[in-house]
């Protein structure tokens, strides 16, 4: 058994409370019955004395600026408007100092001001709340800021947005870290969807009220998720969701930000991940299960959307995965076999 992953979290005053409570969430609870060992997450104050979060919720702090230096992933959590316009000084230098040290670094929403501050995103593309881009490309001109996606992630350095992506970040980096099959689980125990692709877009948002539900589509997206080792086409879809193809795809993509196709090919790399972690089913027979049809189309998708083969995959996560599956009831329950999919 390996030592834990450290997750140093850095906190300043007032920073937002939900900001903060989620990766609390993910990296702070006891859950090695997902993954033994798992993380271990420590609060790092900015600055020294006392630290609140926002309306005053005192926070159990045991690290200075120095608690970022030796930890494997250190995440800079959002900051109140002081502290994105002049961040502390300790915290900047210990977040420069952590990346040279080879430490992974990831700002959570506003947090992406100490980042810049630190030199850490001179070059490269990053994001942080829609409502924030404009002021923060003013001030870091030499950042190429994208106020779309959700996430963006460049291995040594990841960047979100606001709020809920920060769910997507975390739960992104835990798959990354663990695979698949643990990510999804840990999503589960939260009631949030599985996955977000970190170049979803921000402003995707319901359709417009009408008759239907805003969340009309998620009967359909359930069905299908139920369907991927089935020939699955936008017009099959449609039908579904009793919409016209037309209707159904301009939905679809203002509610996801991606098209139906787009969707389903990832839905199905999905699937392929979580067969791959948690069972020993040959590659022919996950390329069937999961709709790809055959072993070859598998590993060009797979590859194309993962960087790496569904071999290399399963040798990193296999071991990994089997407690997810088996707190399920269950591993991932292969379909019927099918010819190559429509997408």
């Known amino acids: 058994m390996g030592r834990p992953h450290v997750v140093a979290l850095a906190v300043t005053d007032g920073a937002p409370i939900f900001e903060l409570a989620v990766p609390c969430e993910v990296f702070g609870l006891d859950r090695r019955d997902l993954a033994d060992p798992w993380y271990s997450l420590r609060m790092c104050a900015a600055e020294p004395g006392p630290v609140r979060a926002a309306h005053g919720l005192a926070l159990p702090v045991t690290h200075g600026p120095e608690g970022l230096l030796d930890a494997d992933t250190v995440l800079v959590a959002a900051c109140d408007r002081i502290a994105q316009l002049?961040?502390?000084?300790?915290?900047?230098?210990?977040?420069?100092?952590?990346?040279?040290?080879?430490?992974?670094?990831?700002?959570?929403?506003?947090?992406?001001?100490?980042?810049?501050?630190?030199?850490?995103?001179?070059?490269?593309?990053?994001?942080?709340?829609?409502?924030?881009?404009?002021?923060?490309?003013?001030?870091?001109?030499?950042?190429?800021?994208?106020?779309?996606?959700?996430?963006?992630?460049?291995?040594?350095?990841?960047?979100s947005a606001g709020t809920g992506s920060v769910i997507d970040l975390c739960l992104h980096l835990v798959r990354r870290d663990l695979g698949?099959?643990?990510?999804?689980?840990?999503?589960?125990?939260?009631?949030?969807?599985?996955?977000?692709?970190?170049?979803?877009?921000?402003?995707?948002?319901?359709?417009?009220?009408?008759?239907?539900?805003?969340d009309s589509l998620a009967p359909v997206l359930a069905w299908a998720r139920e369907r991927l080792h089935e020939p699955l086409t936008v017009r099959r879809l449609a039908r579904a969701a009793h919409l016209s193809e037309r209707t159904f795809a301009r939905r679809f993509r203002d509610t996801l930000g991606v098209t139906p196709l787009q969707w389903l090919l990832r839905e199905r790399v999905r699937l392929a991940q979580e067969l791959l972690e948690t069972t020993d089913e040959p590659v022919?027979?996950?390329?069937?299960?999961?709709?790809?049809?055959?072993?070859?189309?598998?590993?060009?998708?797979?590859?194309?959307?993962?960087?790496?083969?569904?071999?290399?995959?399963?040798?990193?996560?296999?071991?990994?995965?089997?407690?997810?599956?088996?707190?399920?009831?269950?591993?991932?329950?292969?379909?019927?076999?099918?010819?190559?999919?429509?997408?």
């Open 86 to 159: 002049t961040p502390p000084p300790a915290l900047v230098d210990a977040v420069r100092e952590a990346h040279r040290r080879g430490r992974r670094i990831a700002s959570l929403c506003g947090g992406v001001y100490v980042l810049a501050a630190a030199g850490l995103l001179d070059g490269r593309r990053a994001t942080t709340h829609w409502m924030h881009a404009a002021d923060f490309a003013r001030r870091f001109p030499r950042v190429q800021v994208d106020p779309g996606p959700l996430y963006v992630d460049h291995g040594d350095v990841l960047t």
């Open 180 to 214: 698949t099959a643990v990510a999804n689980e840990v999503a589960r125990r939260m009631v949030v969807p599985p996955h977000r692709e970190g170049d979803q877009t921000q402003y995707a948002k319901p359709p417009a009220a009408r008759a239907e539900r805003p």
């Open 284 to 343: 022919e027979a996950i390329a069937r299960h999961s709709g790809f049809g055959t072993a070859p189309n598998l590993r060009h998708h797979f590859r194309r959307l993962t960087s790496v083969s569904p071999t290399t995959y399963r040798r990193v996560f296999h071991h990994r995965a089997g407690t997810a599956g088996a707190l399920r009831g269950r591993a991932p329950a292969p379909g019927p076999m099918a010819g190559p999919p429509a997408a």
